[in-house]
């Protein structure tokens, strides 16, 4: 790989859990973290951001390895400096491998031996029988400044969403107040909308807030919610070259008491 | 005792200010020691008692001061030794990026004082403004003169240049998040390898095509810890575990424009890091090394 700077801090967006599931597959690659049994966001990096690419078919590359490490590793020569990164892994039981050169300077190579773990299995929050009843397309940016405005206090978010005006509207409730805010579909923020029926949900705020470093990095942002009301947040990775990473984020609804 | 000095060239002034500015962060006190013709500022381990300097900064007075007055206790001894908070220095210090002159004295105020007279310029008028600072210092008795010493060390087994300081210490920024202490390993032929070894990883940033000054090879290895690599003769390769934050703190001197830095190790024992600049100031640190 040309630069190991984007996957650095795409790895750093979804790095609140100590060890994330490691799983390399021939479309590329995907890391899993997962939050209780509540939260799953992976990053994907498809292969074609590799300049060389290469998987066994016959074995599952999937293990387990701390997040936090394979960022430092990644940043070794610091943030401002772009270096190239190679990646192997040889089997079950064995480190993966890094070797990273910056680009500007020549006469220094870092390599590390990072020691993975057998990976445990991962929830599958997906329901075949759930279909999807309402999308949104939003700016990632603007949907970030929502986000950031919404009260720190307060524990659950609700979403109600309809095909009438307002379509879309966040509701906090803290210990004194409720507030409110309205994103009509017309809005700037708003690519796309789609819902056939009217719906409320409700999300734990502090899983919400889990997408923001994502959505820092990101232009834009899909949201799909599905009939049993598991909420699927898509993100694109804003990147200089044409080629694209992603984020992806399953988060439980809250049950109504 | 007496002692007056006056700078005023802005280029030694905001070396100076640097120089001092980089002890400070390396440490709480320190000892400021007089002499005919060097300024020396000297560190001791912070909480290890009397205890060989850790940190040892040479300064000609010629290459600074335009003026420079010292008059010791008697002949005998010459030089004023002075403890300082190195913040208390350091602070005042900070504002010569911009001042036109300083004077240093020592006064007698409530207590023992270095004052600093900074005289900066208006920017509003051709005016200047002056700036007293008094630091209160401890003077030094003489009979613990001893423990300021230029420490004697053994001779190094190798002395190898290091890359830019910078490129390092985000390196070993990187690495102390993962793991305690460092391996330093320099081997003559020009190769310096910074390593850290965990459960759960090993990281090794290799730097090749380093000048070796001086390399008093062959040395012995006769213990487990130092893994042989394939193609290298492990005669020809030194080898020092040292705390990752201490290396860290020397690392980040590079705020001093200096025109080398040599990284000396005595095979096991100590990491010594020398920092000259062009005025011919000498900054040396020592890392003991960590054994197991």
Redesign the interface.
Known sequence: MESGKTLCSLLKAIQFQECAVFCAMPEGLKLTVEEGKCVQASAYIPADNFTEYHVRDEVDVMFKISIAVLAECLNIFGSGEESSLKMYYRCEGSPLLLVLQPQSVHNVMTDCEISTQTADSLLDLRDEDAEEVAKLILKAPAFLGLLVDLERSCDVLELNLSPEHPNVSIVTYGMQDRSCIDVPKSSDMVQSFSCEEPITLKYQLHHIRLIMKALALSTKVVLRFSSNGLLLLQLKLEKEDQKQMFSEFYIVPLLDD | MKFRAVMIDTGPMREFSNIVTTISKLSKECVLRLSTDQIYFIVSDDNSGPTPPILWCEIPQSMFFSEYQLIGVDDEHKDIYLGFISANLARPLVTLKSAKTLKMKLTKKQCPCLTLEIEMPSSTSPQTRHVTHDIPAIVVPRKIWSDFQEPQVPKPDISIEL?PLK?LR??ID??R??ASDVVIRASAEGRLTLQIKT????????????RVDTFEGPIEHSDSETESQINEDLSRVCVCRVDAKKLSMFLSADQISHNRIICSIVHKRLVILCLQTDENVKLQCFITGIVY
């Open positions: 890359p490129q985000t390196s990187r690495m998040t993962m459960d759960m990883a090993k990281v090794s940033t290799r730097y090749k095509g380093l």
